[in-house]
């Protein structure tokens, strides 16, 4: 069924025929120094929030603060890239207060997460588990929507089902029924978890069949893949995730196919990459010191797993930032000859 769009407000998010580059939320990831640092680079159109998931209670305005602080100077990180606040749950009442409440504290945009596969949050009534219920992602979108004010964009991320490709197509046509703005599809169910394969080409029938823009989501790792899922799809609109921490080249090669930043990317040096993303962090953000340590290594093992960073064992036992240094400089050193 065809569905009317809405006109976008000011359309710093997604706009029909505007090509974007979307960094995917990603929980523990991309908190606000990831999102500005990634804003940094220029590639990327706008980030999205890690999801604040809404349970018992309507989310309060200080959660909104604390833990998307962009939400305090116009929902920009301090490098200028808009987030987008993402909220997870499945109770529309406490879902539209807690948008409008988010909208009070500043964001400026929502997105709804049917995606999210951990099984605390699915037995909770969450995230992917809504898949196997068409009708509340209709329910819970629409109550949203009607929340917030009406130059705020509404969107939702999905998977392609629970156990089915094909239930997106309902799905989908669901959540566009309930208002959103855009829907942004992770290309595989709920039971695959991460496992390849992608399914890009529903994602493109889903392009189709409505009359909203789709954002094209998961296994874009090389910019074969990006044209891949573009053929595949026929969709302007991208999300990428990991594949900007694996190969910090691929957000400026992706831009670059899609005409939004015409930058080369520099040459992947681990050490200078990140000094610089330190310069992004507010240590009292993160409390203990450990903690950046942590997520450095965090980055490091994506880049291991997914991408060609072959020495993680050498900088996995450092504990202190300075110790991780030596250990990282130590180990391209070696790999750079
Ligand atoms: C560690 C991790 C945390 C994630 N957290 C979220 C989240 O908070 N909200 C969400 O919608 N998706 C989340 N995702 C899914 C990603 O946004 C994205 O859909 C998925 O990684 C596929 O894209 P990619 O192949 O480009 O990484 C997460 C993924 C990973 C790997």
Redesign the pocket.
């Known amino acids: 069924m065809q569905v009317v769009p809405r006109m976008l407000g000011e359309g710093k998010f997604i706009r029909p025929s505007v090509p974007a580059l979307v960094l995917?939320?990603?929980?523990?990831?991309t908190d606000a120094p990831m999102r500005d640092f990634q804003g940094s680079t220029g590639t990327f159109s706008y980030a999205?929030s890690?999801?604040l998931r809404v349970s018992m209670d309507p989310l309060p305005m200080k959660v909104f603060r604390r833990e998307v602080p962009e939400v305090n100077s116009h929902s920009r990180t301090k490098s200028g890239l808009p987030v987008q606040v993402?909220i997870l749950g499945g109770d529309p009442g406490r879902m539209a207060q807690s948008a409008f409440t988010a909208c009070r504290a500043g964001a400026t945009a929502i997105?709804i997460?049917f995606?999210?596969p951990a099984p605390t949050v699915n037995r909770h009534d969450g995230g992917a588990s809504l898949l196997r219920e068409p009708c509340r992602i209709r329910e819970i979108v629409r109550a949203v929507r009607d929340a917030v004010p009406a130059d705020v964009p509404v969107s939702a991320?999905l998977r392609l089902g629970w156990d089915s490709i094909d239930a997106i197509y309902e799905n989908a046509t669901m959540a566009a029924e309930g208002g959103a703005d855009w829907l942004t599809i992770?290309a595989r169910t709920r039971v695959q978890g991460?496992t390849p394969p992608v399914y890009w080409k529903p994602i493109g029938v889903v392009r189709e069949a409505l009359n909203i823009p789709v954002v094209a989501?998961?296994?874009?790792w090389s910019v074969d893949d990006f044209r891949q899922c573009q053929d595949e799809t026929g969709c302007i609109h991208f999300?990428?995730?990991?594949?900007a921490l694996a190969d910090p080249s691929i957000p400026y090669l992706v831009s670059r196919e899609l005409g939004i930043s015409d930058q080369e990317p520099p040459m992947t040096n681990w050490v200078e990459l990140f000094r610089q993303f330190l310069a992004f962090v507010d240590p009292d953000e993160y409390g203990v010191p450990q903690r950046i340590v942590m997520r450095l290594k965090q980055w490091l093992k994506i880049a291991s797993n997914f991408g060609e960073f072959r020495q993680f064992d050498d900088v996995k036992h450092a504990s202190t930032i300075e110790e991780f240094f030596i250990a990282l400089e130590a180990a391209t050193a070696v790999s750079n000859h």
């Open positions: 995917a939320p990603m929980d523990g990831i999205v890690e999801f993402q997105d997460n995606g999210c991320k992770h991460y989501n998961g296994d874009i999300m990428i995730g990991r594949s």
